[in-house]
């Protein structure tokens, strides 16, 4: 018996066409929100102030530049 996640991928595999880029749309969605909802519980969790705090001490001292 396969596992979820084989099972998943045979039948992602045995898609048309049509039917892969309207799933490669979904996922690309449904991975960038997930990605988005990571980064505001880290960054509510205060997980990204250190790196905030050097983003901040490296331009103070010159070390970024304009974009």
């Known amino acids: 018996m396969m596992n979820a996640v084989e099972d998943i991928e045979k039948a992602i595999e045995q898609l048309p066409e049509n039917k892969l880029q309207q799933f490669r749309?979904?996922?690309?969605?449904?991975?960038?929100?997930?990605?988005?909802?990571?980064?505001?519980k880290d960054s509510d969790a205060g997980k990204l102030d250190a790196l905030a705090q050097a983003a901040l001490?490296?331009?103070?001292?010159?070390?970024?530049?304009?974009?």
């Open 25 to 40: 749309a979904w996922y690309e969605k449904f991975d960038m929100d997930s990605w988005d909802k990571q980064i505001a």
């Open 57 to 67: 001490a490296d331009h103070k001292a010159g070390k970024s530049s304009e974009i």
